[in-house]
């Protein structure tokens, strides 16, 4: 008969961190604009971001995925709409638009480390580095991309109707 056994070791630590440790990284793109419909296409992206020890570099480059995907989402597709009696048009995934994966090109990521000093592991954040960066960096790149055609401000979402009422206003 073959036995199984185990060895379960637990261990607990009381940290008091009494100074912050702070993340920081930089998000730059391309984007390419047809003026004739409005539509915005991502042709690059870079992403790089100190974050300190990753204790799990592929969760890491998970979480900076999933983050950015979660900003370009807010800054291209997500509006909330509600009617005069504060009930959301869009009630379902059905009506909401939400980015998928062929809005993306291949992002290229990258994480530096520069241990934290005020904590044992020497880790900084890294959940929302994706989602804080990637909003103004594409928002940026939108307006730099329509300064061409006089276009000086849009508010997100840049949807292609946003984008193109944009150019057309610009042109008159």
């Known amino acids: 008969m073959r036995t199984i056994s185990s060895l379960v070791a637990a261990a607990t630590s009381d940290e008091i961190v009494r100074i912050g440790s702070y993340?920081?990284?930089?998000?730059?793109?391309?984007?390419?604009?047809?003026?004739?419909?409005g539509a915005t296409?991502?042709?690059?992206?870079?992403?790089?971001d100190d974050v300190g020890r990753a204790i799990n570099p592929?969760?890491?480059h998970g979480q900076t995925h999933g983050g950015i995907?979660?900003?370009?989402?807010?800054?291209?597709?997500?509006?909330?709409?509600?009617?005069?009696n504060g009930q959301a048009l869009a009630g379902s995934f059905m009506d909401y638009a939400m980015p998928r994966a062929d809005d993306f090109p291949t992002f290229n990521i990258g994480h530096v480390c520069?241990?934290?000093?005020?904590?044992?592991?020497?880790?900084?954040g890294c959940g929302e580095a994706?989602?804080?960066?990637?909003?103004p960096a594409l928002m940026n790149a939108v307006l730099d991309a329509l300064s061409?055609?006089?276009?000086?401000?849009?508010?997100?979402?840049?949807?292609?109707?946003r984008v193109w009422q944009a150019i057309q206003s610009a042109r008159h």
């Open 114 to 124: 520069t241990p934290c000093t005020h904590n044992p592991l020497g880790t900084k």
């Open 58 to 60: 592929l969760i890491l």
């Open 23 to 37: 993340p920081y990284g930089a998000q730059v793109l391309e984007v390419e604009i047809d003026p004739e419909t």
């Open 41 to 48: 296409e991502i042709q690059r992206y870079a992403a790089i």
């Open 148 to 161: 061409a055609v006089g276009v000086k401000d849009l508010d997100m979402p840049a949807s292609p109707n």
């Open 69 to 84: 995907a979660q900003g370009i989402g807010q800054d291209m597709l997500e509006h909330c709409v509600f009617d005069d």
């Open 130 to 135: 994706g989602a804080i960066g990637s909003p």
